[in-house]
């Protein structure tokens, strides 16, 4: 089956070709089959059907040719279905010619020399003559105006090709014919002068470049350009006559092309500042510069409104017209205008009779900077694919100024022209919320102040989100605030709560066009990119995720189209652009194995790193399977390196442990806990230790792995701890003592005694501290592990100072430095140092106290355990105070509250408040 518009209109089954009837009901299949498999919103459908002729009831008209249609096609498997707001044909793209021929051409772009060939050709053959041969209308005008260029485009492709490969000689005589469509084509003539020539025919060459040569000048009155001259003899070179000075229609009006203002307009000062100073240079400096401003940023971030806005603020300024033009580059109803017809557009604008127009693009542009050299011109191009549809329409002198507004960066434009980039980013809070409270009641937001802030997050201060939920509150003013919030709340239905049955404003068709416009491998990496759980992703975990080592060039290339934003090394994107991209990862082919790589670069990169922090911990990590190929995870060199890999992915991983464990990665789920546990004790984040740590005693239950289930529970207990949950961090640790007695763990079973020790101590209870303390060391002396019994043998020592038995204590905590100097722990040396300080402190022997914290805190500075480091401090500066040394003390606190800076949690808060009463007490 195949629906054909390269020709008259047919639907051709098999050998048969069924009865579409009358020119209507063909004009509306043309539509839709147009864009098969998309909705076409019905006021598009009736505007490219009657245009400027509407009937009296057009959706009434509308019906019956719909209806007769169903009733042919359905026979043939091809459905016109009705969706909110349109109507789609709903067929694969490869079953109409269009898309077909616009598939191959697209797939010869990326194919080598004579799949190119191959493909053109197929592409070409499609066609059957004139595009919508039986139809009429501005629509069809327009569309098979836009098909000719592509047939066109694909011609010349394809003779570029067969030059390169020598055979173009082998489609002389369909170039030639080709001619009589595109009788002023430059490029077209010099293929057919190189063609005959390579065949041998010489004279039909001159003698066609002689007619080309005499249409050129009757038409245009310009003689061929430098290129095709070339192709030419030497006796004919000559330099290019100048185009005819163009005729001006000195009575026609000047145009005022501006769109109307969006209501309302809030915020972005700077950028109205810098525009404002923009418009003070045009006409300053050097001759022959026009003054172009390139407002770029992604779909619905309010380009065109700001770009509307100001160009009605400055239009006095330009007397000799302001002109629009929609270059529909990212168009959800169309394709971006070809640059030739944009330039059409601006010229019929600018009163040019159309009998003057030429049909070459760089005549034509030749001809709109003729017209308007000399003149005060405001030129705003909204809605830009890329530079190169631009730069047709960039006048050639100064006085004028052209605003572009595109989702590409243009960096293009500001290279070679001297553009000013103006980025747009997210509103402010405040003006996001300002947005909000101009198209609603004050009274109706001050009753719902919750629900407003529940409106304005998931927006995220995208304009064009607010802008939908503002409409949407007003368009029901009887509705509580507070359901439509419960609409965006849940993530996977936020898109659909600000969907508004308009393609140019719903949230999903806006991403959609930015989408379609991608190359088909940065498509893949934004499709995968919707896997990641965010809030950012580094260039290595973006290579993994993809299995491509190269997706920096993807990367950069979504950030130019402003899908992703790039800070320090990191990618990131708006919350709605992530849901987007989730969407369409839930389809992709490689979603599994992306996942799994995913999952291997954190797995990894969190293993190495803890082993980092932790070289000598007991009992050692787990290790992870092997890497697989199309895995680069990070292997933070130092300590130091590691401590910043937690901090930047730290998000990352919670949500990862999430994932995992609503996907059945339950193994997965164990190791990363398993991993991740010591930076989150060390930054004091006892909340989030329990969410992972829950989550993987869930999976170690499921998986039946009773030796992960201890592990789990000695996280939880340790983290219970810090949060004051006594009872419960007991009930988590008797249970795993119970399971490394039961299987015979000494080493676990250690661990879960110094675990106990912990607890007891913050229940006051020093002596059961020290007592499972000492069995702790007995259990590491029994198995040899000597780090292990370093550290039982410090708290030894520190429950000793804090029962009053400092000289036990001391004795403890240097056999506890001397271990841990052996076996090279610094995190050992620290705990110890600060034991024996506190020990010495307590006796009065200031002196050697302080001593002692220093060493403390520079091994624990070494260690990368920053917490640590705050802690001794505030003990360094006790003793510095207890010696009579007061300014060193409070230098001494000082810089413990400054380690704490980058600390949250009750644990970071509560440190600070002690700190800032010590230094009270001091003054």
């Known amino acids: 089956m195949e629906i054909r518009l390269l020709g008259p209109v047919e639907v051709q089954v098999g050998d048969a070709r069924l009865e579409i009837g009358s020119a209507k009901p063909r004009l509306v299949l043309a539509v839709l089959a147009a864009s098969p498999g998309t909705l076409v919103p019905v006021e598009v459908l009736m505007d490219r059907v009657w245009g400027q002729e509407l009937p009296g009831r057009p959706a009434a008209t509308l019906y019956p040719y719909l209806s007769k249609l169903r009733?042919?096609?359905?026979?043939?498997?091809?459905?016109?279905?009705?969706?909110?707001?349109?109507?789609?044909?709903?067929?694969?793209?490869?079953?109409?010619?269009?898309?077909?021929?616009?598939?191959?051409v697209r797939a010869a772009k990326e194919s080598d020399q004579s799949g190119a060939i191959e493909l053109l050709d197929e592409a070409l053959a499609l066609w059957r003559g004139r595009p919508l041969a039986d139809l009429s209308g501005d629509w069809v005008d327009s569309f098979r105006a836009t098909l000719s260029q592509e047939r066109l485009a694909g011609w010349l492709g394809l003779a570029r090709h067969?030059?390169?490969?020598?055979?173009?000689?082998?489609?002389?005589?369909?170039?030639?014919?080709?001619?009589?469509?595109?009788?002023?084509?430059?490029?077209?003539?010099?293929?057919?002068?190189?063609?005959?020539?390579?065949?041998?025919?010489?004279?039909?060459?001159?003698?066609?470049?002689?007619?080309?040569?005499?249409?050129?000048?009757?038409?245009?009155?310009?003689?061929p350009g430098h290129e095709l001259s070339e192709l030419h003899t030497n006796l004919l070179r000559s330099p290019p006559a100048r185009l005819a000075e163009p005729r001006r229609d000195t009575t026609a009006a000047v145009p005022r092309q501006l769109p109307a203002v969006a209501r309302p307009f809030v915020g972005r000062v700077e950028h109205l500042k810098r525009l404002d100073e923009l418009a003070d240079t045009v006409g300053v400096g050097a001759e022959g510069a026009a003054v172009v401003a390139a407002i770029t940023g992604p779909g619905g971030i309010g380009k065109t409104t700001l770009a509307v806005h100001w160009a009605h603020q400055v239009a006095g300024r330009f007397p000799d017209g302001q002109l629009y033009l929609n270059l529909r580059g990212f168009d959800p109803l169309g394709t971006p205008m070809p640059p030739s017809e944009a330039v059409r557009g601006v010229l019929d604008a600018l009163g040019q009779p159309p009998q003057d127009i030429p049909p070459g693009l760089e005549a034509r542009a030749a001809l709109f900077r003729s017209l308007v050299a000399g003149r005060r011109v405001l030129v705003l191009l909204d809605n830009a694919r890329d530079a190169e549809q631009v730069r047709p329409m960039l006048p050639g002198a100064g006085g004028c100024l052209v605003l572009v507004t595109s989702r590409n960066a243009l960096t293009g434009l500001v290279a070679e022209r001297g553009a000013e980039p103006i980025c747009l980013d997210l509103l402010a809070a405040a003006d996001a919320r300002a947005l909000l409270q101009a198209r609603l009641t004050e009274e109706r937001l001050a009753a719902e102040p919750t629900a407003v802030d529940n409106l304005l997050r998931p927006c995220g201060g995208l304009p064009l989100a607010l802008a939908v939920v503002a409409g949407r509150a007003a368009r029901y003013p009887t509705q509580p605030l507070a359901e439509l919030a419960d609409q965006l709340a849940t993530i996977q239905c936020r898109l659909d709560a600000l969907d508004t049955d308009d393609p140019r404003t719903t949230i999903r068709a806006v991403f959609d066009s930015s989408y379609d416009a991608l190359e088909p491998e940065d498509q893949?990496?934004?499709?995968?990119?919707?896997?990641?759980?965010?809030?950012?992703?580094?260039?290595?975990?973006a290579a993994s995720l993809t299995g491509n080592t190269d997706v920096h060039i993807a990367l950069r290339r979504l950030e130019a189209a402003h899908l992703v934003t790039a800070q320090n090394g990191r990618y990131g994107m708006h919350d709605l652009v992530r849901v987007y991209a989730a969407?369409?990862?839930?389809?992709?082919?490689?979603?599994?194995?992306?996942?799994?790589?995913?999952?291997?670069?954190?797995l990894w990169g969190s293993y190495t790193s803890e082993q980092s922090l932790t070289p000598h911990r007991t009992p050692p990590p787990l290790v992870p399977p092997p890497?697989?190929?199309?895995?680069?995870?990070?292997?933070?060199?130092?300590?130091?390196?590691?401590?910043?890999?937690?901090?930047?992915?730290?998000?990352?991983?919670?949500?990862?442990?999430?994932?995992?464990?609503?996907?059945?990665?339950?193994?997965?789920?164990?190791?990363?806990?398993?991993?991740f546990g010591t930076s989150l004790w060390q930054r004091k984040l006892f909340d989030d230790w329990i969410t992972v740590e829950d989550l993987a005693l869930s999976a170690a239950e499921r998986l039946g792995d009773r030796s992960a289930a201890s592990m789990a529970r000695q996280g939880f207990g340790r983290a219970c701890i810090g949060l004051g949950r006594?009872?419960?961090?007991?009930c988590h640790l008797e249970a795993s003592l119970e399971i490394a007695r039961d299987s015979g763990d000494p080493v676990s079973e250690a661990h879960c005694h110094q675990l106990m020790a912990a607890l007891h101590e913050h229940q006051l209870d020093y002596a059961a501290a020290r007592r499972h303390a000492q069995e702790a060391c007995e259990l590491h002396t029994r198995v040899g592990n000597a780090a292990g019994r370093g550290g039982s043998l410090n708290q030894v020592g520190w429950f000793s100072a804090l029962l009053g038995e400092y000289d036990e204590a001391v004795s403890a905590c240097q056999a506890a430095i001397a271990i841990a100097t052996e076996v090279g722990s610094r995190r050992g040396q620290g705990a110890a140092w600060d034991s024996l300080g506190y020990a010495y402190h307590q006796t009065g022997d200031h002196r050697?106290?302080?001593?002692?914290?220093?060493?403390?805190?520079?091994?624990?500075?070494e260690a990368g355990d920053q917490h640590f480091v705050a802690d001794t401090l505030a003990h360094l500066g006790d003793a510095l105070e207890s010696a009579g040394d007061h300014a060193a003390a409070r230098r001494t606190w000082r810089q413990a509250l400054d380690t704490l800076a980058g600390f949250a949690g009750p644990a970071a808060v509560q440190a600070r408040s002690a700190l800032a009463e010590r230094m009270g007490a001091s003054r």
């Open 524 to 541: 893949r990496t934004f499709r995968l990119l919707g896997l990641h759980p965010g809030p950012d992703i580094s260039l290595t975990a």
């Open 162 to 223: 067969r030059e390169q490969a020598g055979s173009l000689d082998l489609i002389a005589e369909e170039l030639l014919a080709l001619t009589e469509d595109y009788p002023l084509s430059e490029p077209l003539a010099g293929y057919v002068l190189s063609a005959l020539t390579l065949a041998g025919r010489r004279a039909e060459a001159l003698d066609h470049y002689a007619g080309l040569r005499e249409r050129l000048a009757d038409e245009l009155g310009v003689e």
């Open 583 to 602: 969407g369409l990862a839930e389809s992709d082919p490689d979603r599994p194995a992306a996942a799994r790589r995913m999952l291997d670069h954190y």
């Open 848 to 861: 050697d106290a302080v001593d002692a914290y220093r060493h403390a805190v520079a091994a624990w500075r």
């Open 71 to 104: 009733k042919v096609l359905e026979p043939a498997g091809i459905e016109i279905v009705r969706r909110s707001g349109g109507y789609l044909c709903d067929v694969a793209a490869a079953d109409v010619d269009v898309a077909r021929f616009r598939d191959r």
């Open 726 to 730: 006594y009872a419960e961090a007991s």
């Open 627 to 675: 890497v697989q190929p199309g895995v680069w995870p990070d292997e933070p060199a130092d300590i130091e390196a590691a401590v910043a890999w937690f901090a930047a992915e730290r998000p990352i991983l919670l949500r990862l442990v999430q994932f995992a464990a609503t996907t059945g990665l339950d193994a997965a789920v164990v190791q990363l806990s398993d991993t």
